[in-house]
């Protein structure tokens, strides 16, 4: 590794750089050398609003993403990841807005699920600890109106979180319980109805298959039954006659 002298070192040259998206372990290693929360969230807003523009300037259907687009791009990944080495949730307020609006009704431009994977897991990162459940439902207004997406995702990590390390005997911690109050009252009593009437008709359209299933068993079985009974009558008849024949 080069001998860097901090953060911003770096930054240059990974932007330099024509393989801007190999030796993915070097760029990781190089920036946590430096992180601090200043440090990164400065980055962050800086290389997000290059991409931003980058973005915004082109022409969906005939360009691609200019190569200075696509070096802030990297940039940018390489610092929201390096977040989750500060073991420090408290920096999630300050990045919700990188979650983008999404749907048919938004005209705004997309990351692609690269991206959007790897923020969504360093937010909701159970690494942090429990507490990062409270910094999230104090920050889940700080989103876009079109970034439900990304609170839903929110919402259901910190369940499975809570219940996922239960024991038989014994009486779990349940931080979900404690941060739920934390949110806005509306917003996160709209989530969670969202949530449960997926749940609900997941369960329904799993109702009609386990049924359809059952019906197809029962027409077959039946089919069996009567193909049985059918070849046994049409034997008995052959036998009968063979007999009185002989006779």
Same mark, same amino acid.
Not at 37 to 55: C, M, N, Q, T, V
């Given at each position: 590794?080069?001998?860097?002298? &901090?953060?911003?070192?770096?930054?240059?040259?990974?932007?330099?750089?024509?393989?801007?998206?190999?030796?993915?372990?070097? !760029? @990781?290693?190089? /920036?946590?050398?430096?992180?601090?929360?200043?440090?990164?969230?400065?980055?962050?807003? +800086?290389?997000?609003?290059? #991409?931003?523009?980058?973005? $915004?300037?082109?022409?969906?259907?005939?360009?691609?993403?200019?190569?200075?687009?696509?070096?802030?791009? =990297? &940039?940018?990944?390489?610092?929201?990841?390096?977040?989750?080495?500060? @073991?420090?949730?408290?920096?999630?307020?300050?990045?919700? $807005?990188?979650?983008?609006?999404?749907? @048919?009704?938004?005209?705004? !431009?997309?990351?692609?699920?690269? =991206?959007?994977? %790897?923020?969504?897991?360093?937010?909701?990162?159970?690494?942090?600890?429990?507490?990062? %459940?409270? #910094?999230?439902?104090?920050?889940?207004?700080?989103? +876009?109106?079109?970034? $439900? !997406?990304?609170?839903?995702?929110? /919402?259901?990590?910190? /369940?499975?979180?809570?219940?996922?390390?239960?024991?038989?005997?014994?009486?779990?911690?349940?931080?979900?319980?404690?941060?739920?109050?934390?949110?806005?009252?509306?917003?996160?009593?709209?989530?969670?109805?969202? @949530?449960?009437? $997926?749940?609900?008709?997941?369960?329904e359209e799993k109702k009609k298959k386990i049924l359809n299933n059952v019906l197809i068993c029962i027409t077959l079985f039946t089919y069996m039954l009567f193909a049985f009974f059918t070849s046994s009558f049409v034997f008995s008849s052959r036998h009968i006659n063979t007999?009185?024949?002989?006779?």
């Open positions: 590794m080069k001998n860097y002298t &901090c953060l911003q070192d770096v930054l240059d040259d990974l932007y330099e750089t024509q393989e801007i998206d190999a030796g993915e372990k070097y !760029w @990781k290693e190089a /920036i946590k050398k430096f992180a601090t929360k200043e440090g990164l969230l400065k980055a962050l807003s +800086h290389y997000f609003e290059l #991409w931003d523009r980058e973005e $915004r300037d082109r022409d969906y259907l005939r360009e691609l993403l200019s190569l200075e687009g696509q070096k802030a791009s =990297w &940039c940018f990944y390489y610092l929201f990841e390096a977040l989750s080495s500060l @073991k420090d949730p408290s920096f999630i307020p300050q990045v919700m $807005r990188y979650f983008l609006p999404s749907g @048919k009704e938004v005209d705004h !431009w997309g990351m692609e699920d690269i =991206w959007t994977e %790897m923020m969504l897991q360093t937010v909701a990162d159970s690494d942090l600890g429990p507490t990062y %459940m409270h #910094w999230i439902m104090r920050s889940l207004h700080l989103l +876009h109106p079109g970034a $439900r !997406w990304a609170a839903s995702y929110f /919402i259901f990590n910190m /369940i499975y979180h809570t219940f996922d390390d239960m024991t038989s005997g014994q009486f779990p911690d349940l931080p979900v319980v404690d941060a739920l109050p934390l949110g806005k009252r509306d917003l996160v009593l709209s989530l969670l109805d969202e @949530k449960i009437e $997926r749940y609900k008709q997941s369960l007999t009185l024949v002989n006779i």
